[in-house]
């Protein structure tokens, strides 16, 4: 069987090495894939939200599944495009998607299915928002812990945590009047600030058998401490001891049960990976939002545990037949993933540098080097994005994984890359 994967980040190169593992795959493509997947896969230069020419390659090509990474393509239809193709694709129906899609949409379903999460407030102009913030909150440097969000898709970026009055007027500002993020700021979100550490909860949905993978923790602040500015994620590791099994199976029954039961009842079946970014606070965990997708960088630690076929499980979705499968496998050992990036990152930045000392990091036992912003110039890998290389790392212990994880990150140099030091160090301090 040929596999199509849609997408060109480190989530992509993930997808692309460990489909390219099952017994089940003759040829992977990746589109249009990067530097990476140009040498685990066949770079297919095809937009992914050309949905006409992908359709088009995957029927010349005999293409027996496609794989979509990212949550553009997904929020705009690839999934309906390919179901009317007759082409079998895993990932969620447009209509399925606006739970990433809106985060209006994603709070109204929250609330209809009792969903524990954050207070919120709607807003559909700036106006309206400041003058909330304005009359709650009455001198510019009171304490002021709210959320304000842009309501559709930002890369990561729509989502500003304030602390006081004057970083909410300008986080309205900046999402509502200079419309930074285009049209995901028509309307805003204003939500309380929760209190605790993050968790990332991803399950793999036929829409009616639910199958959680091993909890994760992401960190998105740009810079050591959780300081900084939010970006796509900055590094994650799998699995966390911030969420034991107990609240494991509290986070299936409270949280991803009635959400995918109150898709159904809105006749938006759910089918593909549901992924809940969780604030684990006293009162227990509540759900921060929605992705409809494998998380990046969350996906690259946890296919480097996943000993399963994933071919087999991503067609078992698709048929809903997940019931059927026997429990996964994985490698008992934990992994983490540390994202180099493009100095400037998450702001503007240079591309083109030449990256060195790839070579020299695969050689490390138990890393893999996962490309995101990277392209190919004849032979030479050149920086490309924002977020440029995922090295990801198995070890005994986390802090195994770290160092192997680190030593690899040694290895890699090109003008300005930078990334956080403290990658998994939460898990290492025990702290909660």
């Known amino acids: 069987m040929n596999v199509l994967v849609v ?3 480190g989530r992509e190169h993930a997808l692309a090495w460990k489909l390219g593992q099952s017994p089940m795959v003759d040829r992977v493509f990746v589109a249009p894939g990067n530097a990476g997947t140009a040498l685990d896969a066949e770079n297919i230069a095809i937009p992914v939200t050309d949905f006409a020419r992908l359709i088009r390659f995957a029927r010349e ?6 794989v979509v990474g ?10 309906d495009a390919f179901q009317q193709a007759k082409l079998r694709v895993f990932g969620p129906t447009r209509a399925a998607a606006q739970l990433e899609g809106s985060k209006v949409f994603c709070k109204r379903l929250l609330h209809n299915a009792d969903v524990p ?4 407030q709607v807003f559909r102009d700036a106006e309206s928002a400041s003058r909330f913030i304005a009359d709650r909150y009455l001198d510019d440097h009171q304490s002021c812990p709210v959320v304000v969000k842009a309501d559709g898709l930002a890369a990561g970026k729509g989502v500003f945590v304030c602390s006081n009055r004057i970083q909410a007027l300008e986080s309205i500002d900046r999402i509502a009047r200079q419309r930074e993020f285009g049209d995901a700021g028509k309307e805003l979100i204003i939500e309380e600030r929760l209190d605790g550490q993050e968790a990332s909860v991803l399950a793999i949905t036929d829409g009616r058998t639910i199958l959680p993978l091993p909890p994760a ?3 998105k602040p740009a810079h050591d401490g ?8 900055m590094g994650a590791y799998v699995p966390t001891p911030l969420v034991s099994a107990t609240m494991m199976h509290w986070i299936e029954e ?8 109150s898709m159904k009842r809105m006749r938006f079946p759910f089918q593909g990976v549901l992924y809940a970014g969780l604030m684990v606070t006293h009162q227990g965990p509540k759900v921060l939002e929605y992705n409809v997708r494998f998380g990046d960088p969350e996906c690259q630690p946890l296919l480097m545990r996943l000993k399963s076929d994933l071919a087999e499980l991503l067609l078992a979705t698709i048929e809903g037949r997940l019931d059927e499968l026997p429990p996964l496998e994985w490698d008992p050992r934990p992994s983490v993933c ?3 990036a493009s100095e400037g990152y998450p702001g503007s930045y240079q591309k083109g540098f030449p990256i060195r000392g790839l070579e020299e990091a695969a050689q490390i036992p138990d890393v893999k080097v996962f490309h995101a912003g990277t392209r190919l110039q004849q032979d030479q890998v050149l920086t490309e994005g924002g977020r440029v290389l995922a090295v990801t790392a198995l070890g005994s212990s986390i802090s195994a994984a770290k160092l192997q994880a680190y030593t690899a990150v040694k290895c890699i140099r090109w003008p300005g890359a930078w990334c956080r030091k403290d990658i998994s160090d939460k898990a290492l301090s025990g702290s909660r």
Do not use: F, W, Y
């Open 7 to 9: 997408g060109n980040g």
């Open 61 to 66: 090509q005999s293409v027996g599944l496609t």
């Open 70 to 79: 990212p949550e553009l393509p997904l929020t705009e239809g690839i999934v």
């Open 117 to 120: 999460t954050a207070d919120h």
């Open 217 to 219: 923790q992401d960190h």
């Open 226 to 233: 959780d300081r900084g500015p939010n970006t796509g994620g």
């Open 254 to 261: 409270h949280i991803l049960v009635p959400t995918v039961h």
């Open 338 to 340: 540390v994202v180099m």
